[in-house]
């Protein structure tokens, strides 16, 4: 340690969450193991199987997928260049030669990435030292010729300034969708029977402007369906899937709204059309949706600017321009969803930017969520696998934004009596009370048996004075203390206290546990019949 900070003496630093995350506490985390408990049951009885792919993927993977020029990969990602796992060797007496061979060498292996910047800094150290090689006359060596100087400063500017890309580039995940594709790829899941019915959570990554429903990394749940057809039927499933998920979660104010925004044939057509229509009246325009109408006119539907919501009204509507595959498609979607009972309305503004999404697109908003009140989003998107380099593959999926859904959930107080709302540390079972150490053998028998039995029980460590134990059971909300004294391991006969009416009733072991467990079934009517 340096003397300067030997001296000093310095606060120990706080530490803080990066902002735009936040720890997920008791007992808030028991409502999401609820909702993730339900997705699971509820997905798999749609056939569908659990996939997790890893949180960091190339770059390029995103860039593809999502697109270069979304706002969340190109502002948003969190990118960086991965360490490189084998360095060429620093070059040694000056001789470049050497490293940039290696550096060829390692890059003809992948082993150093070849990307072209790596490419262009080896070209250009390689032309400054074949230059000085010609230069070199004979018995001379080269080193002396080429201004060592400038190599050196070459070599730190390229290797050791990070100018190169001395690892690939990685992002963590701002979505999985590409990683499903990338995945399905990757394990040649098109030789599967199709469709490949798949289902993921887990912490997505963007550098967003956080807001209350709105983080830095923030959670997903959602599930694709890849390859087979792309029959109507098929969409409407999926959106039954979800449907069915919030319903079991008693999600309060569900509103889906649907679209179609046509495939290559004709959204193309209507694009222009629209884009013609936005330029008469570019002058009443936001600069956003003034930008918009050269870059991707389809997102000036989007705008939620109160002055542009006049014109928005009168624009052309998609529905009315669907060439003819397209518009049998909704209709039979339509229906579908009909012959579910899935209600919905239609939203002729629901567009995605992106050019392999076609056909359905859905939304899904629920209560109490302010302006983020989207917490679900999906649609067909047909062309990605393809772009992904795999083959033809029909596709439709969902990202169910599980932090808002919480939110929502935690909003409307029906679902926090369901989910056992209730202090941090509640939860207990069973307190046992413990005094004298054969009491302390005895107790944590008992404790081993409980828990076995599926009670919450707590041991305390160290011994007790009985009203000391009491305080503490009912500062944890427990239902019952287990008193263990002396005399109850002696006559075999346990004392047990419910704490909400104060009353006693000593038991033996066997009927302890019996009578636990008809309470529990009392008060929870969905574990009499298991
Ligand atoms: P997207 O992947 O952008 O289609 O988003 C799907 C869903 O994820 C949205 O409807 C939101 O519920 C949720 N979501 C997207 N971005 C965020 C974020 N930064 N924070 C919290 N939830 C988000």
Not at 41 to 52: D, K, Q, S
Not at 103 to 125: D, Q, S
Not at 404 to 411: D, N, P, V, W
Not at 503 to 522: H, I, V, Y
């Amino acid at each position: 340690m340096s003397e300067g900070i030997a001296k000093k003496e310095e606060k120990p630093r706080k530490f803080q969450a990066i902002r735009g995350t936040r720890d997920l506490l008791p007992p808030e985390t028991a409502l999401w193991n609820r909702v993730e408990q339900t997705a699971h049951e509820v997905f798999a009885t749609f056939g569908f199987g659990e996939t997790r792919t890893p949180i960091f993927e190339q770059a390029d993977l995103f860039a593809r997928a999502v697109g270069g020029e979304t706002d969340i990969v190109s502002k948003e990602m969190y990118t960086f260049v991965d360490r490189l796992e084998k360095l060429p060797d620093p070059p040694t007496l000056g001789d470049y030669g050497a490293f940039i061979e290696q550096a060829e060498k390692l890059m003809a292996t992948e082993e150093l990435p070849a990307v072209p910047g790596n490419r262009l800094a080896i070209e250009r150290m390689k032309r400054i030292w074949d230059q000085g090689n010609v230069l070199g006359t004979a018995g001379e060596s080269p080193i002396e010729k080429v201004d060592s100087a400038v190599l050196e400063e070459l070599y730190k500017m390229v290797v050791l300034k990070d100018s190169m890309e001395l690892g690939q580039s990685i992002s963590l995940r701002p979505e999985a969708t590409a990683s499903i594709c990338r995945a399905y790829i990757e394990h040649g899941m098109q030789q599967l029977s199709q469709p490949v019915k798949l289902y993921y959570m887990g912490p997505m990554f963007r550098r967003e402007r956080p807001q209350k429903g709105r983080y830095r990394q923030f959670y997903q749940i959602g599930a694709e369906v890849l390859g087979g057809s792309d029959a109507p039927a098929i969409d409407a499933e999926v959106i039954e899937m979800v449907m069915t998920f919030f319903d079991r979660l008693e999600l309060q104010g569900v509103q889906l709204d649907i679209n179609s925004i046509g495939d290559r044939n004709c959204r193309p057509k209507y694009v222009e059309l629209l884009r013609a229509e936005l330029l008469k009246v570019k002058d009443k325009l936001g600069p956003d949706s003034q930008r918009r109408i050269e870059t991707n006119p389809l997102r000036v539907l989007d705008s939620k600017l109160e002055s542009e919501q006049g014109i928005i009204a009168t624009l052309p509507r998609i529905a009315d321009h669907l060439c003819e595959e397209c518009a049998a498609h909704y209709a039979a979607v339509k229906h579908q969803l009909e012959m579910r009972g899935v209600i919905y309305r239609e939203n002729w503004r629901l567009v995605r930017g992106l050019d392999y999404y076609m056909r359905t697109t859905f939304e899904i908003t629920a209560q109490g969520l302010g302006s983020q009140n989207a917490v679900c989003g999906g649609g067909r998107y047909d062309g990605l696998v393809e772009l992904l380099g795999g083959p033809p593959t029909k596709g439709i999926g969902f990202a169910i934004g599980e932090d808002r859904l919480i939110l929502s959930l935690q909003e409307s107080t029906s679902s926090l009596s369901a989910s056992g709302k209730a202090p941090a540390q509640q939860g207990r079972d069973v307190y046992i009370a413990w005094m004298g150490e054969r009491a302390h053998a005895t107790a944590i028998r008992a404790a081993k048996d409980l828990r076995k039995a599926g009670f919450s029980v707590e041991l305390p460590p160290v011994e007790q004075k009985f009203g000391k134990a009491l305080g503490q059971a009912d500062k944890l909300g427990a239902k019952y203390a287990l008193i263990l004294g002396d005399n109850e391991v002696s006559e075999g006969l346990w004392t047990l206290k419910t704490l909400a009416d104060g009353s006693q009733q000593k038991l033996t072991e066997p009927d302890l546990l019996t009578f636990l467990k008809r309470e529990k079934a009392k008060a929870d009517p969905s574990l009499r019949s298991g």
